[in-house]
């Protein structure tokens, strides 16, 4: 009744505080029991409370008050639970891009997912929206360009990349290229390729 | 690489949904019981009776006791956490830069502004901005140059490591700026970590 379990959902969450661990719906669903369970017995109590006559037997509201505040801290760990995530999986959709890496999808619940879903694609539809010809892609041009091309490495074995031009280019590990920076952007934001400055 | 993302998120009460805050109140607070609480005897675990008796005392986490001593009829009378009584306010005050204030209680100055509430004199209120106060001046030292003492930061507490952690980035970014004005594109902090983690899984 303390708000141990509603405690260590919240202390999940600190641990770690960059990285998506997998939904808890045990713990979650223990709580959220719990707290029905508070609310019944306080709600007996209420109607026992209703039915005395002041000054016989014993008071119990001090008993229900008790357990009303466990029940809106337990709440408001579930809520801060929930919320805190869906910071985290907003920020994940402007940082690995609008197709999560399987592993991490996994540990989304199935809420989670209809709602990164949605967000995504409000995100592209606001984004196609503004802007001359066919939108603005908010996640590039984070840093202000000096060069249209850039030198990069490519860290991993990627195949082939077709550029606006018409042209393809073989993105092997460890192969260095010099391309058109627009276009090379989101690899490094995926951490496909890495800039290399001077 | 320069990470470009600050995070200046710093949640603190009376934030709903603040991770620091749910924990710091999750500090335990000696008080003692008013009135006799029907059924819920359970709680103190040294007695087997069905009732919570008046006169029991008990640690309970803050944020319950905060529910129960406030009110037009409180149910509890809270003392101070030790670390915020007279003997340790004292050491505070002979010179609170010495102090380890981790020992002291992770969220220090978070969990102290609950308590303030229930010390009528002021005392904890006024220790809290005399420790900061004091202790900033060194906090920002530090933060310009790490490398000094990196052991000096296991004496900070949650909100004066963030406060470090922050500045230290920003001096960071700003040598950096200095030093070389083109800023190579990254890949994103979360596509690192994630990275990182797959390889010592892999390990």
New interface residues.
Partial sequence: ???EKA?SL??E??DRQ??ILPYNTDLVTEIATEIVHLYDQNHQ?VRLEDSRTPGTS???M??V??R???I??NQ??L??YH??RLRLLR??R???GSIL?T??KENLSAAENGWFNKYSTILGKYMRSIGENGGLNLAVD??PP?ALF?EVRCLVDYGKLELNDGTNVLLKKNSQHFLPRSEC?EL????IL????? | MIK?KIVLEHSYYPN?????D??AT?EKAPCKFL??????GK?NAASEED?LKAGTSLE??V??VQ??ASGRQP?VTIDLPKSYKPAYREILKADATAVDLHKFGLYFYELGCHIAQFDNQGDVREILVHTFTTRFKQLMDLADNIGLDPSAIDKLDMLERKLFKDGNLARNLLNNWLN?S??????????????K??RINVE
């Fill in positions: 009744m303390l708000g405690y919240v202390k969450l600190e960059c990285e109590d014993t008071n119990l001090p008993t008050r008790m009303h505040a466990a809106q801290r408001r760990c809520l801060a919320y805190n920020q994940m402007w940082e690995f890496p592993e991490l984070l840093k000096k850039i952007e490094i934001r995926r951490g890495q800039h290399i400055a001077n | 470009l709903y949904f603040a991770i620091e749910i924990i999750q009135v006799n609480i029907p059924k819920l709680l009732d309970l986490p944020w319950l529910q129960l149910l070389n083109i800023i190579p594109m990254g890949a994103a902090t979360m596509v690192v970590n994630h990275r983690r797959k």
